[in-house]
DNA sequence: CTAAAAATGGGTTGTCCAATCCAAAAATCG
DNA sequence: CGATTTTTGGATTGGACAACCCATTTTTAG
């Protein structure tokens, strides 16, 4: 209700908006590096290459700001899976996907775990807004992953609610971002997908296999 | 290294260590409610309902309550799963366990999520020790799911590793639970168990003896 | 019973950080 | 060009909280 990102149409200058950009790339980098809590605005401040009260100009509150991060990390994440997500409508569409995750993953030292359920694990008890914003990331995460499986089920080659297994896989995801960045290696991302995709297959029908 | 529980042994007088016990008890649940950085050790001490430094006197600093907070919940986590630990040796145990999590979620409201691993998420990024006390935490539990798995691959009923299936069922189990807490609607964690759950029972072979 | 050790109480301090204020500089537009 | 709006800078304030100190009471053990 209260709380929006103010100012996100047009009232910002272009030297303005990519200012406000700065601020929300900086704070989305440094809250997904330490976490919203040991992410400071000075921090913030300090990485955005602006000073002083800028923050407060763009943003009502830390609160303001962590929302704007919530939808840019989900953006982010959505952007970045959509090269795949166009082919994640087939067996092998989906083990490239899990691939690439966990070839991410490995880049990225296993830190991080997931932008946006890390941020849900951290203010789901304490941030009721802020809890939504994640809620509704995740569903529109889970949209994009049942387009494929809803595809897959229109063309009669997946047997199963898509709704379902939409929601298993990314649980499985998550579960298995969570361990690895604990465990700080990719087995357990891996071991999670595979399993899912396993699961997924199995409810498969190829062209004249039917299920057991 | 450093920051070690202190005097874990009988260096403390039974009242002692009944208070420091109290300390952890309520750190813990206040952690679990609003998370380790909301939870100030001014609110701990009410609520353990001591007063001054006590908390100063059978902790070091906020981080060795911290590390007592995690091993606690940890014991608490598995002692809890004790009595269904014995039986996830069937499809049927694995069932009853599943149910009872589920069960336990409603009752919370699916609020807290997983007390280890909302902890984890929380330290991941910004307090390597605590890192490592969920990482461990999170192979006893693993250690405890494998069992089941494990006797029923010996008695010859289960095919595919038990190692990586283990692995797999947290991994669900804890991406249902971020789920379900996020969303606060137990689907998550019911269809995220179902599915892995599934997928273990795809792995079974049906022996003779249907002995219930 | 007495001395030593442990436990308790409350007050204090120093730091960190979100949030605000008051201007100055720059950009936009008539 | 001049007026208005937008953007930028630095300094400050107020509160919260972890951590520390010392005196007092209670418990334990000889």
Redesign the pocket.
């Known amino acids: 209700m209260t709380t929006s990102t103010q100012?996100s149409s047009g009232?910002?200058?272009?030297?303005?908006?990519?200012?406000?950009q700065r601020i929300v790339a900086a704070a989305a980098q440094l809250i997904y590096e330490r976490g919203v809590?040991?992410?400071?605005?000075?921090?913030?401040r300090a990485a955005a290459?602006?000073?002083?009260?800028?923050?407060?100009?763009?943003?009502?509150?830390?609160?303001a700001?962590l929302l704007a991060v919530i939808e840019y990390q989900t953006e982010a994440v959505l952007g970045l899976q959509e090269p795949l997500f166009g082919r994640m409508d087939s067996m092998e569409g989906l083990r490239r996907w899990r691939d690439a995750l966990v070839e991410y993953q490995r880049r990225m030292q296993c830190r991080g775990g997931c932008p946006i359920g890390s941020i849900g694990g951290e203010v789901a008890e304490n941030n009721p807004e802020a809890r939504l914003a994640v809620a509704s990331g995740f569903l529109r995460w889970e949209a994009a992953i049942r387009a494929g499986l809803s595809a897959m089920h229109a063309r009669g080659e997946l047997d199963g609610d898509p709704e379902d297994l939409a929601l298993a896989v990314l649980a499985a995801l998550q579960g298995g971002l969570l361990l690895t960045q604990i465990q700080r290696e990719t087995r357990p991302l891996e071991i999670a997908l595979d399993a899912i995709l396993d699961h997924v297959e199995s409810r498969t029908r190829r062209a004249g296999t039917t299920e057991d």
């Not at 290459?49 to 609160?63: E, L, P, R, T």
């Open positions: 100012s009232r910002l200058t272009r030297k303005g908006e990519a200012t406000r809590t040991e992410a400071t605005l000075e921090d913030v290459g602006v000073s002083g009260s800028q923050i407060y100009h763009y943003f009502a509150d830390k609160q700001l």
